[in-house]
């Protein structure tokens, strides 16, 4: 599996790619924050049950707690709800904008004994 990292550019373009796998040291980086400082709010996050780590991949064991070394879109989000930057002001501008925006097509769902009155 190939890993793949968010970006913001200086224009304030946000990339997301579909897979996303991040380290800390990544998750810091994307919004401007100190690797210790990234570190502690994932463990919060993670402790809290909001979000948790891809333990499919890597992991690195602390005594008798594992730890995953990566995480995906889920706990980059929740990353930035607790940080204050602007680098993290302009993902979460990002996720509203997407969130609140219809991308979906509609669907018509049919019951199976609907389509036997029609035959």
């Known amino acids: 599996m190939k890993r ?4 913001i550019n200086d224009n304030g ?6 897979e996303v796998r991040m380290t800390i040291n990544e998750i810091a980086s994307l919004f401007g924050v100190y690797y210790q400082s990234a570190k502690r709010i994932i463990r919060a ?3 809290s049950g909001v979000a948790d780590g891809d333990y499919s ?4 064991v602390d005594g008798l707690t594992v730890y995953p070394d990566y ?3 889920d706990m980059v989000v929740a990353v930035s709800f607790r ?15 997407n969130a609140t925006t219809n991308t979906t097509s509609p669907v018509i769902v049919l019951k199976v004994s609907d389509l036997q009155i029609l035959n």
């Open 13 to 18: 373009s946000v990339t997301v790619p579909s």
């Open 71 to 73: 995480y995906g879109l």
């Open 83 to 97: 940080v204050q930057t602007a680098q993290a002001k302009i993902f979460r501008k990002w996720i509203v904008k």
């Open 45 to 47: 996050i993670e402790k």
């Open 4 to 7: 793949e990292i968010i970006s």
């Open 57 to 60: 991949m890597t992991c690195t």
